[in-house]
């Protein structure tokens, strides 16, 4: 167990929808990033938040959005849902966000699309 | 902008021998950290090995290690004594570590599914 915590673990919804994706890092730790996992792109950075601010952006979709509140967990807001967009999320955590530091990865939200 | 290639989409070795996995990457930057994650069925993704690109030593836990070679932008990973428990999706990743203390994502190559033959 690596301590982040994704819910829920799978989510089934219709395109056009929008959905939430939660993330709880480790405790103490106050850097978190969402990374998209699918079939035809890989694995793919979209977003990293260092202490409530947003640190650096990959490749993250207009019709996505993220946020990470005061109390460190973090939303991934996914809209206007899209067949591609069926995938599986992940978080992960960080103490800080230096390149020399293990980010934690939770066990992902598996996001499917119909 | 990085990218990271592994050219093996899947290796197949018996329990107990030695594999190696390949992996190159295309960066104009000379600091760096590199990665091997494993992800087992259980999707969880879980840090192997690491290397810091200014380290000429190669890295090594326990039966993993990795050869580094900077020149060549190559960085595979070799598992020794081969366990049933290896068996996952092996991902090379890189790192950029700027002088601000680096805050881009890692980025992946496809993976290499490594079976294990007992």
């Known amino acids: 167990d690596s301590g982040v915590t994704q819910t829920p673990k799978h989510l089934i919804t219709a395109t056009g929808q929008r959905v939430t994706l939660r993330c709880s890092p480790r405790?103490?730790?106050?850097?978190v990033y969402w990374y998209q996992q699918s079939l035809d792109q890989g694995l793919q950075f979209l977003i990293q938040?260092?202490?409530?601010?947003?640190?650096a952006k990959g490749n993250i979709l207009e019709r996505f959005s993220a946020q990470q509140f005061p109390d460190l967990h973090s939303e991934l807001n996914l809209s206007s849902l899209e067949l591609g967009d069926s995938a599986l999320y992940f978080c992960?955590?960080?103490?800080?966000?230096?390149?020399?530091?293990?980010?934690?990865f939770g066990q992902g939200t598996r996001l499917t699309v119909v | 902008a990085q990218t990271v290639t592994q050219s093996q989409p899947e290796m197949s070795v018996q329990e107990a021998e030695t594999v190696t996995l390949s992996c190159t990457y295309d960066?104009?930057?000379?600091?760096?950290?590199l990665f091997w994650y494993k992800q087992p069925p259980s999707r969880q993704m879980i840090l192997v090995i690491r290397?810091?690109?200014?380290?000429?030593q190669n890295a090594t836990e326990n039966r993993f290690s990795v050869n580094f070679q900077k020149a060549a932008k190559s960085f595979s990973l070799k598992i020794s004594d081969s366990q049933l428990g290896d068996a996952a999706m092996y991902f090379c990743?890189?790192?950029?570590?700027?002088?601000?203390?680096?805050?881009?994502?890692?980025?992946f190559g496809k993976g290499t599914h490594l079976i294990i033959q007992p």
């Open positions: 405790s103490g730790d106050l850097s």
């Open positions: 290397q810091e690109a200014y380290k000429q």
């Open positions: 960066t104009s930057e000379s600091d760096y950290y």
């Open positions: 990743a890189y790192r950029s570590a700027s002088p601000g203390g680096g805050a881009d994502g890692l980025t």
């Open positions: 938040y260092y202490n409530g601010e947003e640190r």
């Open positions: 992960a955590s960080s103490v800080d966000p230096g390149w020399d530091t293990e980010a934690f």
